[in-house]
């Protein structure tokens, strides 16, 4: 696609509910990144992908965090038993290492309410 | 711990003003530096990307410079306009491929 696409814009769940966030990447770009940003605050690093393996986890919060991306293009963050805390805007962005690195696109961002 | 500091934190100027936003850093092996512009609520959107080989890049009313040796990046914006208010995030990335952000200038600009 022509941009970073994310899915849903919006997700409001209650607390220990499971929830699914898309990312779909600019078509080519090998490279995916998730980041989840509170108010107020900057962009907080969670997953980077090249392909389809996880290069860098090292920002996952806990193991109620998980993402993948099976086929190398559309990426899922997977949160289970949610919690309050997990309520903020999920960014995705997505870059062509191959083509001058870390130039990275963002989505419009998916944002999550934890009642 | 290689950091990535934005000065200042906030910002309110009448329209018209033409302004700096600050952005410094501790990487001295920085690969490129992007300034993003965030509207409230919304997601990040591209303004500037220099590399680590250029001195500036301008875009419109936009001109972002790059010193490496000072470790420092700075946001130019001429004739500001109300429709510029948001926060500006500066992003660092290392030649290892460490992304580091700013915090951020939020920028308001008053009619």
């Known amino acids: 696609g022509a941009g970073v696409s994310q899915t849903p814009s919006n997700k409001v769940t209650e607390k220990g509910k499971y929830v699914e966030l898309r990312c779909d990447p600019i078509?080519?770009?090998?490279?995916l990144y998730w980041y989840r940003q509170s108010l107020g605050q900057g962009p907080e690093f969670l997953i980077y992908f090249q392909g389809t393996g996880a290069a860098d986890d090292s920002g996952l919060p806990n193991d109620r965090f998980f993402a993948v991306r099976p086929e190398g293009s559309v990426s899922t963050l997977k949160i289970q038993r949610t919690e309050r805390g997990d309520s903020a805007m999920y960014l995705c962005?997505?870059?062509?290492?191959?083509?001058?690195?870390?130039?990275?696109?963002f989505g419009a961002g998916s944002r999550l309410t934890v009642l | 711990k290689q950091e990535v500091t934005q000065i200042p934190a906030a910002l309110s100027v009448p329209e018209g003003e033409n302004l700096v936003l600050n952005c410094s850093f501790t990487d001295s092996a920085i690969y490129n530096l992007q300034w993003f512009r965030q509207d409230p609520g919304k997601g990040l959107t591209s303004l500037l990307l220099?590399?680590?080989s250029q001195r500036e890049q301008t875009s419109g009313r936009l001109n972002a410079s790059l010193d490496k040796s000072s470790g420092r990046s700075t946001l130019y914006i001429a004739a500001s306009q109300p429709g510029d208010s948001a926060t500006y995030l500066c992003l660092s990335a290392g030649n290892n491929r460490k992304l580091i952000w700013g915090l951020g200038t939020s920028l308001a600009v008053n009619p």
């Open positions: 962005a997505s870059s062509d290492p191959g083509a001058g690195a870390n130039v990275l696109t």
């Open positions: 078509s080519g770009h090998t490279a």
């Open positions: 220099i590399q680590s």
